[in-house]
Each structure stands twice: as structure tokens, then as C-alpha cells.
T-cell receptor
Framework: DAGITQSPRHKVTETGTPVTLRCHQT?????MYWYRQDPGHGLRLIHY???????DKGEVSDGYSVSRSKTEDFLLTLESATSSQTSVYFC??????????FGDGTRLSIL | SQQGEEDPQALSIQEGENATMNCSYK?????LQWYRQNSGRGLVHLIL?????REKHSGRLRVTLDTSKKSSSLLITASRAADTASYFC???????????FGTGTRLTIIP
């Protein structure tokens, strides 16, 4: 789907451990986004990137950091995972003024 | 920005009937977009309507926009079982590429 790959697709980990999710694109799109999806909340933006090494916070950025060292990769890191970060995480990409294209998500469970 | 709301939260109709979903949003928008999400998958873009447009069609989809009421509706005509999915509206305001998603409508088409 639109050349977006999220890895891993599923992960179970323990509270307090670091977790990194990867989003890889083959479309050379400028913008990349990380969302979380929870019941009753729809999708909420965590962080986004508007270019290599250019990132900004979204609506629910506390407890998350991101990095984009090259156009094709956008990493989301939970430095010390908490149970409230159990969620489904989606990556999206877009060019300016264009709709977003989504990956198939990473289901993350923190016990 | 706050999330918009969609109405209804869930809708079940017989195959062949029309389905209408409504979306209210909070800000002055650049455009409003509709997405579909099948179970276990990422979101797929359906249609984008700009703030200076009032109606837009794409196949069996019809979207309207009323900026004075800050609302939009998505009509799916002659529904099919494959239309079973969750549908989300997303508002894009001026000056950035971020989207704010509504909480979604879960549509079930009964064969």
C-alpha cells in the first residue's frame, strides 16, 4: 500500500522497557507522521516530520520521541514504555497539499 | 486542536441502501478529507473537498461541505458488503499539513 512498511507488526513488551517502531517508505514523500489509534479516540497525531531531521510535536507527544535521519525512514521511540501506551500505531506519508497514505499499523501491547 | 465528531458512531443497513455519515469539525479548514479503514488495516483516502467547494462526487461517493455549520457529510449510494468498514473525516487547517481526525463511524452492510 503506497510503499509504506511498518515494523514490527506486533510487539509485546514490559513496562519500563524501551521500544522503537520503524516506518519505511519507498515513495520519496516529504512528510511522515506517527499516529496512535485507541477506541473512542480515533487517530491522534504523535509527531510528524517535514523533512530530514525536521520534526514537530503532535497532539499526544508526551513520552514519545522521533528521528528521521533519511527521507525513507521515520522512527518512533518510547524511551520507557507505560501501559497507557498500549495502542495501535500508524505511520502515514504525504507530499505537500496531498492526502496521506497509511501503513497497516503496529499493534503494541505493554504489560 | 480538538477532534471533530462523527455521527452516528455506528450504522447498520441492508445491502443496496444508501448510507449517510456526518462530521462536525472545530476550526476554519483548508480542506476536509474522508478515509475508510477496513478491520486490521490502515486508512485509505477516499475523497478530499476544499473549503471553497460545496459538493464533490467520486463513483458512488458524494461529499458535501457546509462551512457555515462546520459540517460535512459522506453519502455512499447502493451500498455493498465490501463497504463494511469504519469511516473517518479529517480536517486540515491552514498553514500546515497536519490532519485532525474524527472518531469515526462504523458502517456494517447486511447482505
Amino acid at each position: 500500500d503506497a510503499g509504506i512498511t511498518q515494523s514490527p507488526r506486533h510487539k509485546v513488551t514490559e513496562t519500563g522497557t524501551p521500544v522503537t517502531l520503524r516506518c519505511h517508505q519507498t515513495e520519496n514523500h516529504r512528510y511522515m507522521y506517527w499516529y496512535r489509534q485507541d477506541p473512542g479516540h480515533g487517530l491522534r497525531l504523535i509527531h510528524y516530520s517535514y523533512g530530514v531531521k525536521d520534526t514537530d510535536k503532535g497532539e499526544v507527544s508526551d513520552g514519545y520521541s522521533v528521528s528521521r535521519s533519511k527521507t525513507e525512514d521515520f522512527l518512533l521511540t518510547l524511551e520507557s514504555a507505560t501501559s497507557s501506551q498500549t495502542s495501535v500505531y500508524f505511520c502515514a506519508i504525504s507530499d505537500p497539499q496531498q492526502p496521506q497514505h497509511f501503513g497497516d499499523g503496529t499493534r503494541l501491547s505493554i504489560l | 486542536s480538538q477532534q471533530g465528531e462523527e455521527d452516528p458512531q455506528a450504522l447498520s443497513i441492508q445491502e443496496g441502501e444508501n448510507a449517510t455519515m456526518n462530521c462536525s469539525y472545530k476550526t476554519s479548514i483548508n480542506n476536509l478529507q474522508w478515509y475508510r479503514q477496513n478491520s486490521g488495516r490502515g486508512l485509505v483516502h477516499l475523497i478530499l473537498i476544499r473549503s471553497n467547494e460545496r459538493e464533490k462526487h467520486s463513483g458512488r461517493l458524494r461529499v458535501t461541505l457546509d462551512t457555515s455549520k462546520k459540517s460535512s457529510s459522506l453519502l455512499i449510494t447502493a451500498s455493498r458488503a465490501a463497504d463494511t468498514a469504519s469511516y473517518f473525516c479529517a480536517e486540515r487547517d491552514f498553514g500546515n499539513e497536519k490532519l485532525t481526525f474524527g472518531t469515526g463511524t462504523r458502517l456494517t452492510i447486511i447482505p
